[in-house]
């Protein structure tokens, strides 16, 4: 095994990490990072929330804390935003790490689904594997590293978890990890917001509940209140409040410097999505898709009549 490949264990055993709600309220420690409190029109009526990864036993109390808000295990459906390979091993959430989680990249999510189920397969039959804890990470990628020899008893993906031992809906949008969504993902998330019941309860998660959780999250914000008169700030600032990622302010700190040219395509693709949900006379006649609207625009730049 390449020193850079290996299994690693998703978070603590139980505990689930950045568990929020649409309708949780602003976090008190956040709002004085915040100049102008942004608008909450629209958003306490969204059934969504976000997480980190879970495990087992943490999605048992997910659904717990989402029934507070008036989320049903029969309305539920997850959202699973993890491109790169993942599975439960003994109830513990587990990757396969490769390279700052990168591999699946600029696969369709039919490919990734393949590719998930190809590392099943190639330990169904183990009975013993190597899974480390990461204690230390430096620019994304393992420093400290605790070896645990685990001796296997159950392997399933986080389909057969969330559909057959919780009961819930599951979807899957592979995006690579501190990466901006591709228009095909961004199209994906249409489809289900478009063709699920408004009562459905969506709960997005990423490995560690910030930058891919709260971009899905505010894209659906984006979709559903996109008829009101909400500035593009006010979306990346209510989600911070929440307990989501900070994208309102895209300092360069030294420690995360290997990521910020990501974080800046990543708000960039925001503002061009908020562009799209805003544009009232492209879904005159009903909600297109990003890709359509994109290459509408596109055709219009060329013929010269873009506005």
């Known amino acids: 095994m390449s020193e850079t490949q290996f299994f690693i264990f998703n978070g603590e055993a139980g505990q689930v990490k950045r568990l929020r709600t649409s309708r949780d309220p602003f976090m008190e420690e956040r709002i004085k990072n915040v100049e102008d409190l942004p608008s909450r029109e629209g958003l306490h009526e969204l059934n969504i929330s976000g997480s980190s990864q879970f495990d087992q036993t943490s999605l048992g109390s997910i659904l717990e804390y989402i029934s ?39 696969l369709s999510h039919v490919d990734v689904s393949d590719l998930h189920r190809c590392y099943l397969q190639s330990i169904a039959d183990r009975n013993e ?18 070896v645990n020899i685990v ?14 031992l919780f009961g819930c809906g599951y979807q899957q949008v592979p995006i690579v990890d501190h990466e901006k969504p591709e228009v095909r993902d961004a199209d994906r998330l249409i489809a289900f917001y478009s063709s699920t019941p408004l009562n459905t309860w969506w709960h997005f998660h990423c490995a560690g509940g910030q930058g891919r959780t709260t971009t899905a999250m505010i894209i659906v914000d984006m979709l559903a209140n996109r008829r009101k008169n909400i500035p593009f700030e006010d979306y990346l600032k209510r989600h911070y409040l929440i307990g989501g990622a900070n994208f309102t302010e895209l300092t360069v700190d030294p420690e995360k410097q290997w990521k910020y040219q990501d974080a800046v395509e990543r708000v960039d693709f925001l503002r061009s999505f908020y562009e799209y949900t805003h544009d009232a006379d492209a879904h005159q006649h009903g909600l297109i898709y990003y890709s359509s609207w994109l290459k509408q625009n596109s055709d219009h730049s060329k013929h010269g009549d873009s506005g």
């Open 129 to 146: 594997l190597v899974i480390y804890d990461v204690k230390q990470k430096i620019e994304g990628m393992p420093s400290e590293l605790k």
């Open 151 to 164: 001796e296997v008893d159950s392997v399933m993906n986080e389909r057969t978890l969330v559909r057959e």
């Open 68 to 106: 507070e808000y008036g989320g049903s295990v029969n309305q539920l459906v997850v959202c699973d935003l993890r491109g790169e390979p993942h599975l439960f091993i003994n109830g513990r959430a587990t990757s396969w790490y490769n390279k700052g989680d990168k591999l699946g990249a600029g």
